[in-house]
């Protein structure tokens, strides 16, 4: 167990050093995190709901901090290119994350434009339904990407590596609040870069 518990030390600093450089980067973080919690505990009331809330305000806020403001340049925090840290990101880099939204965003047109998807689904018949639909269907895909990600690493890496992420993956809000709650101050102090990230225990 402790083997376990120091990779995922070492995936959580990794994954802060190299990706959360922006202070606008790490406030969105902190404001994921914080609607992700709200989406844990819809999970036991409205699965849903939970899903339309973790897609479309947490993951909305996480990755657009991503793609909009963390540079891409060379790093000279941790000395490493761009191309460097996204070919040994344990989890889903860019080009990944690009592949995922894109579903994510296809899912909804499908599923008005094809009621029913082939059978596939019941037809929806009002916008309730079709926004429930949605809301199932992005369920799905938030739980088919942890897996397929998970067990791919099982072969890539292996199983500890696997099961560290997906526990880092399904902890991390809660440790982005502990990270990044004083993201916002630092904002409002003008300062736009964490310049020298630290290991945080």
């Known amino acids: ?18 990706y959360h450089h922006s202070r606008i980067n790490q406030s969105l973080h902190f404001i994921s995190a914080i609607s992700f919690l709200v989406a844990y505990v819809m999970l036991f009331i409205d699965p849903v709901w939970s899903a339309l809330i973790a897609w479309l305000v947490s993951m909305t806020t996480r990755q657009s901090g991503h793609f909009f403001f963390e ?16 070919e040994i990101k344990v989890g889903y880099n860019l080009n990944r994350k690009i592949v995922l939204l894109s579903i994510w965003a296809m899912l909804p047109m499908a599923l008005y434009t094809q009621p029913g998807l082939f059978g596939l689904v019941e037809t929806w018949n009002t916008w309730t339904d079709l926004i429930r ?7 799905i895909l938030g739980v088919a990407g942890l897996v397929f990600r998970t067990v791919h690493l099982f072969f ?6 696997g099961l560290v992420w997906m526990c880092k993956i399904l ?4 440790h982005d609040i502990y990270l990044y709650h004083k993201a916002p101050l630092y904002l409002l102090r003008g ?11």
Do not use: C
């Open 133 to 139: 639909q949605i809301g199932a269907s992005w369920l």
């Open 156 to 161: 890539i890496k292996d199983i500890q590596t």
């Open 191 to 201: 300062e736009m870069i964490d310049a020298s990230p630290k290991m945080i225990k």
């Open 171 to 174: 902890t991390d809000p809660f």
């Open 1 to 18: 167990m402790n083997n376990f518990f120091e990779a995922l030390q070492i995936q959580r600093f990794d994954d802060h050093r190299y």
């Open 71 to 86: 540079p891409l340049g060379y790093d000279e925090v941790n000395q490493a290119t761009q191309e460097h840290k996204e």
